[in-house]
């Protein structure tokens, strides 16, 4: 097992961790400020706030959690985004198994998005009509928002920490701060980031890049607001 040693690629690491955690801090008490939103709803009274309020989480989410970190590779660590996860060309395909998730994952969303606590957190967006322009508009806003958390957690920490830990510590580290970072959406979603980080670490390294784990994190969570939009007793879909 390599040990941790101090060269340049272990100040990349320190970086990272460090960016990983400040970076998350700030965009949940960013996304959690009113001030913001209170801008634009006065600018645009018209936009229903329960949408803006959760579409500026998100969007706040992929800058903070994807544009940051892309900004420093470029800037600080001299590099490419394709060695970090954000790559095609040369790296290896999704296993085929991989694809038999998304039935596993789309039937555990069915069961548990009726559970009466999944329904108290779960559509994010809290209206009582969604129309379909809002159930466009909030599955955008979630892939968006799940590149850039991929990127931040499976691309640059990930990569980072390969650089110079052994796979086996650099997914242990990752795992954590992935299931810390759910701390508060409560103990369910808390202890579940750990088996579903290792299968999203797993498959980064197996393939190369991030796409596998974006993909699988966005059929979770588009699944289960889905399913919790059908299943919440005070909401539902309408034509317009």
């Known amino acids: 097992m390599e040990s941790l040693q101090w060269h340049p690629e272990s ?8 960016y990983s955690v400040a970076g998350f801090a700030i965009y949940y008490f960013i996304s959690q400020a009113e001030g913001p ?5 006065n600018r645009f009274p018209a936009l229903d706030p329960l949408v803006l309020n959760i579409i500026l989480q998100r969007t706040w989410g ?8 892309l900004l420093i ?10 060695d970090f996860g954000l790559g095609f060309g040369s790296h290896h395909a999704l296993p085929g198994w991989t694809y038999g998730l998304v039935p596993l994952i789309l039937l555990m969303s069915y069961f548990t998005s009726h559970a009466p606590a999944n329904l108290a957190q779960y559509p994010q967006i809290r209206c009582k009509k969604w129309t379909w322009g809002v159930l ?8 968006i928002f799940l590149v850039g958390y991929e990127f931040l957690f499976r691309g640059f920490l990930l990569f980072s920490a390969l650089s110079v830990m052994d796979p086996w510590i650099a997914v242990t580290l990752n795992v954590a701060l992935y299931s810390l970072a759910h701390l508060y959406k409560g103990p369910m979603e808390t202890f579940g980031a750990l088996p579903f980080g290792f299968l999203l670490c797993y ?4 393939t190369g890049n991030i796409w596998g784990a974006v993909l699988l994190h966005s059929v979770m969570a ?5 399913f919790s939009l059908k299943a919440h007793p005070n909401m539902k879909l309408v034509r317009k």
């Open 11 to 18: 100040i990349k690491v320190l970086v990272a961790l460090l």
């Open 37 to 41: 939103a209170l801008m634009i709803r």
């Open 62 to 69: 992929f800058l903070f959690l994807g544009a940051g970190p």
């Open 73 to 82: 590779i470029a800037f600080s660590f001299h590099g490419r985004p394709s």
């Open 136 to 143: 466009l508009l909030s599955t955008i806003s979630w892939i």
């Open 203 to 206: 498959i980064t390294l197996v």
């Open 222 to 226: 588009l699944s289960n607001e889905w």
